[in-house]
């Protein structure tokens, strides 16, 4: 089977347009920037793709079937109560019960009600990962309660995030920092969320021989995401009267991919699976598996997917915040009125005749109804909902091809499963 250097060489080839400029990087495939060009189609992509692929490679088909069964969603959901009582009932906080009983309310409001895609794929992707000899009733409720402790990191997130932004809405129902008027103190709720988590592994992983690996990795991956909330935030600049503006000149792809890689690449799709990585003995080191391939290779190449996949999220989510439906999706569009640094901004800039890009200048990030009207209206005269489509589709297809470069060792199933559930989605 051909190497991942085999399919960078053949994506950088393919991600040439007519003047010559390489899209992508030497040595990672720059999906996002090389599918965005405005010379570049999907069609004139998969002419590519089909003109320098092996025959031997077959392409999968997008749908393989449900990402997670009902029966694993209701297994996984069915451990929360316990998991509440666990961390609210502690006898070494007996002596501050109303203080637990609060922490039982900020569980109950900000863990649940999400699509818990995180979650549940820690499971599904330990089932595929794991010797079949090891996977028990006992080794799925270790891996379900790390489903939960991501939970947990993804609500610490959410809180905190939606307090920076200001956003009103939060999967269909007021933000907790607006319900009751929490306002800032909302935060100190933010911080119990995550520091919820390290009981949780405490509990239950403490005397397992992975535990500080994945205490070391929830750590690495919160800094990672911290940093891309960073550089999200840097993509603006505070005026003389105080109010945030977005900074234009910022809005290039590479900070867009750095942003998108760090704040939810790791965290939404590597995470899940670098726990169910470890708890099926694959332990990110030097020891040598199938044609002397180390676990630290293979956590590399899982990696290298996985963040592949995140910046395929991100585009959508970028997408949808504007031309979504909010019944469906949730939520109501804030990036335009908040001045986002999205994927839509990036590459209307790119495309913006001068007089178009005054217009974005006057208008972006600003939450007038009417400004809102008039940057959507840019990105649809700029034809970016069509391009969305082809960005979409061709992007599905090169990533399918790389899952088949995978060495053995990992199940290409897992890969694929992230995949179908985020192919074509709608929220």
Known sequence: MASLRTTTQLLSRCFTNTSGVLFA????????????????????????????????????????????????????????????????????????????????????????????NRGIAVGMSYKLLAEPSLVTEATMKQARILGWCIELLQSYFLVSDDIIDSSPVRRGRAAWHVKDNRGLSAFNDAILLETALYSLLHMHFSNEIYYIDVVNLFHSVTLKTALGQTLDLMSSVTTEDGKKKPNLEQFTMDRYNNIVRYKTGYYSFYLPVALAMHMAGIRNTDNARVAGITDSELHRQARTILLE????????????????????????????????????????????????????QQHYGSSDAESVEVVTKLYKDLGLPATYRQYEDSTSALIRMHIQQISRGLNHKVFFKFLEKIHKRSR
């Open 25 to 116: 990087t030497a040595k990672q495939p720059n999906f996002a920037a090389a599918a965005l060009s405005p010379v570049w189609s999907a069609p004139a992509l998969c002419k590519c793709l089909r003109s320098t692929s092996s025959p031997s490679i077959a392409m999968p088909p997008a749908k393989l079937g449900k990402a997670a069964s009902p029966d694993e969603v209701r297994e996984f959901v069915s451990l929360f109560p316990d998991i509440v009582r666990e961390l609210t009932t502690s006898e070494e906080f007996a002596d501050v019960p109303d203080a637990q009983k609060w922490f039982s309310k900020v569980l109950q409001y900000n863990v649940q009600g999400g699509k818990m």
């Open 309 to 360: 996949m995140g910046g395929f999220f991100q585009v959508q989510d970028d997408y949808l915040d504007c031309f979504g439906d909010t019944s469906v999706t949730g939520k109501v569009g804030t990036d335009i009125g908040e001045g986002k640094c999205t994927w839509l901004a990036v590459v209307a800039l790119q495309r913006a005749t001068p007089r178009q890009k005054i217009l974005m």
